[in-house]
T-cell receptor
């Protein structure tokens, strides 16, 4: 099993540019989560999907952030326009059946975003 | 709003010693998780704790849950260098709801 796949692994961009982060969940997993990790705020959930439908987007910081899941094997997180304070590591995670007693979330390797 | 606090934030310990990391949370929870993160790496799930009094062990790590006290502990027995990492607890407030992560405890095991 390839695990959760994220691309790119590193992204450096300039303020004002559009950034798109990509995630491929583990095959068969119905839940997909996007997290952001920073030194100041720790690890925080941005949004999660169930069967491609957004369930909770209360963690999305502002309108500059958007996430989509067009099919079961692909999701994107877009920032437009990007700002230096968006610099962080963005993780994608997936779960087979979130809510089942012993289920867990499997994290991808993360995308380190630097906005200059 | 669910709050999750860990302490200590940083722990330096010698090989062979025992220590405990604490995780307190503010509201009733369905599940509590412990994750490990190596520097610059992703998060790896260690334990899922479901009910009051639950105890799980894997190697030198043992996690327990007291839902009445809203407290989980991660006990390290006879630490070895390979355990050096950051450990996070995470709490799920309701079934199939989001996880709220603690601040993390950075563990450094020295020779």
């Amino acid at each position: 099993d390839a695990g959760v796949i994220q691309s790119p692994r590193h992204e450096v961009t300039e303020m004002g540019q559009e950034v798109t982060l990509r995630c491929k969940p583990i095959s068969g997993h119905d839940y997909l989560f996007w997290y952001r990790q920073t030194m100041m705020r720790g690890l925080e959930l941005l949004i999660y999907f169930n069967n491609n439908v957004p369930i909770d987007d209360s963690g999305m910081p502002e309108d500059r952030f958007s996430a989509k899941m067009p099919n079961a094997s692909f999701s994107t997180l877009k920032i437009q326009p990007s700002e230096p304070r968006d610099s962080a590591v963005y993780f994608c995670a997936s779960s087979l059946f979130w809510g089942a007693p012993t289920d867990t979330q499997y994290f991808g390797p993360g995308t380190r975003l630097t906005v200059l | 709003e669910l709050k999750v606090e860990q302490n200590p934030l940083f722990l330096s310990m010698q090989e062979g010693k025992n220590y405990t990391i604490y995780c307190n949370y503010s509201t009733t929870s369905d599940r509590l998780y412990w994750y490990r993160q190596d520097p610059g790496k992703s998060l790896e799930s260690l334990f899922v704790l479901l009910s009051n009094g639950a105890v799980k062990q894997e190697g030198r790590l043992m996690a327990s849950l007291d839902t009445k006290a809203r407290l989980s502990t991660l006990h390290i027995t006879a630490a070895v260098h390979d355990l050096s990492a950051t450990y996070f607890c995470a709490v799920e407030a309701g079934t199939a709801s989001k996880l709220t992560f603690g601040t993390g405890t950075r563990l450094q095991v020295t020779l």
